[in-house]
C-alpha cells in the first residue's frame, strides 16, 4: 500500500463549484500534513498546512481527520486559476523528510 | 533573492555517461534535499541534507552521489546513467519550522532528464 493516497482526477468542475479531495495516508506516527500545488511542468508550491483543528485560508479549507487517517481540501468559489494539480504531503515523525503524494489534477473550466 | 537555483533545466545523456545536476539556493536554508518525479508515482526522495558536511539517503539513492560542502550547493551526481534515470529532478530547500522539521519547501524549477 502506497504511504499516500490520493485519486488522480481529473476533476473537471465549472467556474463557481466546490469541490473536495481527500488524501490518505496508511502511517498513523505522521506528524506534519500539507497541500502543495503543481501547475503543469513548474516546481510545486506549498499551499497550505493541515492542523488538526483545521484551517482555512480564503477560499481554501484543508482538515485532517486522524481516526480515520486521512486529510482533506476544499475549494470554494473555483476559479480558472485553481486549474493545477493538488498534492497530500506528510511528513513522518522523527524523521526529517517530506512525503509526496502522486497528486490530484483540478481542471476549471467557464 | 532567487530562491532555489538548478542548472540544467534540460539534459539528454546517453546510457552510462555520468554528469552532475547543480542545485544553489540564496536563502540561508540548512536542508537541501533532491527528489525526482515520474508520471503516477509523486515525488521521491533521492538525498537529502541538514547542514553543510551532513547527507544521507532517501527513498531511492541508488545510482546517485551528493555532497554538501557549503550550505547554498547540493549537487547530484548521475554516477552512471541510465534510461530508468529518465525523470524530472527537483531540489528543495527549507528553514526550520517551529518544530525544529524542515517543512516549507522552496522548489527549484526542475531539471528534465532524458537518458538514451
Known amino acids: 500500500r502506497k504511504e499516500v493516497e490520493q485519486d488522480p482526477g481529473p476533476f473537471n468542475v465549472p467556474e463557481g463549484a466546490t469541490v473536495a479531495f481527500n488524501c490518505t495516508y496508511s502511517?498513523?506516527?505522521?506528524?506534519?500534513f500539507f497541500w502543495y500545488r503543481q501547475d503543469c511542468r513548474k516546481e510545486p508550491k506549498l499551499l497550505m498546512s493541515?492542523?488538526?483543528s483545521g484551517n482555512e485560508d480564503g477560499r481554501f479549507t484543508a482538515q485532517l481527520n486522524r481516526a480515520s487517517q486521512y486529510i482533506s481540501l476544499l475549494i470554494r468559489d473555483s476559479k480558472l486559476s485553481d486549474s493545477a494539480t493538488y498534492l497530500c504531503?506528510?511528513?513522518?515523525?522523527?524523521?526529517?523528510?517530506?512525503?509526496f503524494g502522486a497528486g490530484t489534477r483540478l481542471a476549471v473550466h467557464p | 533573492n532567487a530562491g532555489v537555483t538548478q542548472t540544467p533545466k534540460f539534459q539528454v545523456l546517453k546510457t552510462g555517461q555520468s554528469m552532475t545536476l547543480q542545485c544553489a539556493q540564496d536563502?540561508?536554508?540548512?536542508?537541501m534535499s533532491w527528489y525526482r518525479q515520474d508520471p503516477g508515482m509523486g515525488l521521491r526522495l533521492i538525498h537529502y541534507?541538514?547542514?553543510?558536511?551532513?547527507?544521507d539517503q532517501g527513498e531511492v539513492p541508488n545510482g546517485y552521489n551528493v555532497s554538501r560542502s557549503t550550505t547554498e550547493d547540493f549537487p547530484l551526481r548521475l554516477l552512471s546513467a541510465a534510461p530508468s534515470q529518465t525523470s524530472v529532478y527537483f531540489c528543495?530547500?527549507?528553514?526550520?519550522?517551529?518544530?525544529?522539521?524542515?517543512?516549507?519547501?522552496?522548489f527549484g524549477s526542475g531539471t528534465r532528464l532524458t537518458v538514451v
Open positions: 541534507s541538514v547542514g553543510a558536511g551532513i547527507t
Open positions: 536563502m540561508n536554508h540548512e536542508y
Open positions: 504531503v506528510w511528513g513522518p515523525k522523527g524523521y526529517n523528510k517530506l512525503i
Open positions: 493541515v492542523y488538526s
Open positions: 502511517n498513523s506516527a505522521s506528524q506534519s
Open positions: 528543495a530547500s527549507s528553514y526550520w519550522s517551529s518544530r525544529g522539521r524542515a517543512e516549507s519547501y522552496t
